[in-house]
């Protein structure tokens, strides 16, 4: 009983040493970053250390962003970050040496597998959440043999963590990773984001059934049209539709209503019936929006600011009373097709309904189900890939099916080996 509690206070003693200054490594903190792959592969991934080791009497962690799936630590008693090799504990980087090239940190005699070749070291600074954070920007490489070194660029701030990271692979492929938002030590780190709404807003009724095309940029989005062969990074988490009737003080809520995607575009729309009744009575429409991002903290913005724009029925017409939804029930034809390793599947919903897509072999048997749920109207995207006929040797012809309440649609593509 008395080991494990000295064991506990070890663990405990370095766990309050790693967290200073320049890795801030705890399983509590949470890093986003930007991540871009080859120029064309974006998406916002999650940070985070992950699994305390003790390794010699010290505790490690491993970080969940490549290469930092070996053993990690910062000692703040050398000011060194260390990482494991396949020899044993070696320094990655003494934060307290000056600019210049240090070939010395490389495992002596020879570069043993997963360990650094050699870095360059530059100290400098940055501006992030309106505060001044000094930096290490490090030029370093990690030894594959029979391979050549993979590049690496790292940049750590002082009690921030890792900010920024990039790497070429030893087939020459690329990652950058660039900070978005962070939580660390509790505190939440992020800039001020701007995500503007362009709207051509409808102020007079002329239908029972309000459509609405408008568009909410964000900037740090990367949006590629369909068939870019891109992969959009869309920084919007949701855009929300707020509204109610109001006539001489009398206010009558309506529920809030989530705006539907336009794939591959910056834009949203929104399709509701309206209460005529209620308009015809002399009542006015009210509504705004409310975009919200993907942050660990989400930003949020509105529009109008202030107030709501306000839309009433044309009394100088008659109303037709037919209802067109914005769009209809569609399934795309799956892109690429044929597809050797993996395709995306789009569809398409008019309004709020239970929607699953299935995928069938020849012989009619289901062998994936890809997307089963209850969405809003909108465009949505689903990936097949070969994993799901255990990577079979043959070329193979599936039929996809999307199933809702109202309608269910079928296609056909073709695996080619």
């Not at 009983?1 to 370095?14: G, N, S, V």
């Not at 505190?187 to 009724?205: A, C, G, R, W």
């Not at 408008?214 to 869309?234: A, C, E």
Request: charge should be neutral; hydrophobic fraction near 35%; aromatic fraction near 18%.
């Amino acid at each position: 009983m008395k080991k494990q509690i000295l064991l506990l206070l070890l663990i405990l003693t370095i766990n309050i040493q790693s967290q200073e200054d320049w890795l801030k490594a705890d399983t509590s903190n949470r890093w986003q970053y930007i991540r871009n792959s080859n120029n064309s592969l974006y998406s916002l991934v999650t940070g985070l250390f992950y699994n305390p080791t003790i390794i010699n009497d010290t505790l490690f962690y491993k970080f969940s962003i490549s290469p930092y799936n070996t053993f990690i630590r910062y000692d703040s008693t050398s000011k060194c970050i260390e990482i494991i090799c396949e020899d044993g504990k070696r320094p990655h980087c003494y934060i307290d040496l000056p600019n210049g090239n240090y070939s010395n940190l490389k495992s002596p005699p020879l570069i043993t597998f997963g360990c650094v070749s050699g870095v360059n070291i530059t100290i400098d600074s940055m501006i992030f959440s309106n505060t001044l954070f000094e930096t290490r920007k490090l030029y370093w490489n990690f030894y594959f043999p029979p391979h050549h070194d993979n590049q690496y660029r790292t940049v750590y701030a002082k009690n921030l963590g890792i900010v920024y990271h990039y790497n070429v692979d030893r087939y020459w492929n690329f990652n950058t990773y660039a900070l978005f938002q962070c939580k660390v030590d509790g505190i939440v780190y992020k800039d001020s984001i701007q995500m503007d709404f362009e709207i051509n807003p409808i102020l007079t009724i002329t239908e029972p059934n309000f459509r609405l095309i408008f568009k909410v940029t964000h900037p740090h989005n990367k949006i590629f049209p369909v068939g870019s062969g891109k992969t959009s990074l869309l920084m919007i988490d949701t855009v929300w539709f707020y509204s109610f009737y109001e006539k001489d003080g009398d206010t009558i809520f309506v529920e809030p209503k989530q705006a539907g995607w336009l794939v591959g575009t910056e834009n949203y729309y929104i399709n509701t019936s309206l209460d005529l009744n209620l308009l015809s009575d002399g009542y006015s429409f009210n509504y705004k929006f409310k975009a919200v991002d993907r942050g660990l903290e989400p930003n949020i913005a509105y529009n109008p600011i202030p107030g709501y724009y306000k839309a009433f029925l044309d009394s100088t017409i008659d109303v037709d009373y037919t209802y067109n939804p914005l769009m209809e029930y569609e399934l795309e034809q799956n892109f690429p097709n044929p597809f050797n390793s993996s395709t995306v599947i789009r569809f398409y919903v008019p309004e709020e309904d239970d929607i699953s897509i299935e995928v069938y072999n020849i012989l009619g048997q289901k062998i994936a189900t890809l997307f089963n749920q209850r969405v809003v109207a909108g465009k949505y995207e689903v990936y097949f890939d070969e994993s799901y006929n255990n990577y079979q040797s043959s070329s193979s012809v599936y039929f996809y099916q999307m199933k809702s309440s109202k309608k269910i649609i079928t296609k056909k593509m073709i695996y080619q080996k």
